[in-house]
């Protein structure tokens, strides 16, 4: 299977979105962070799936997390 990497800036978004879910909702903080790793898993898996971003990274592709 395929790694994939989170940048430092991502994760440091991550984490402040930890934060705002701890304080206000936990279930919807736990469905999002599964729903953000199975995107991961995905876009490891199948790297040429959803939006290329060539324009900033020539590798660089993402989905929407709620698709």
Known sequence: ????IISPAA???L???AD???SHNLDAGDRF???FAEKCKN???????GRSYADIEP????ILLDS
């Open 20 to 22: 705002y879910f701890a």
């Open 59 to 62: 590798s660089l592709r993402g």
């Open 33 to 35: 962070v599964n729903s």
């Open 15 to 17: 984490d402040e979105i």
């Open 11 to 13: 994760i440091q978004d």
């Open 1 to 4: 299977m395929s790694n994939y």
């Open 43 to 49: 876009l490891a898996k199948y790297p040429n799936m």
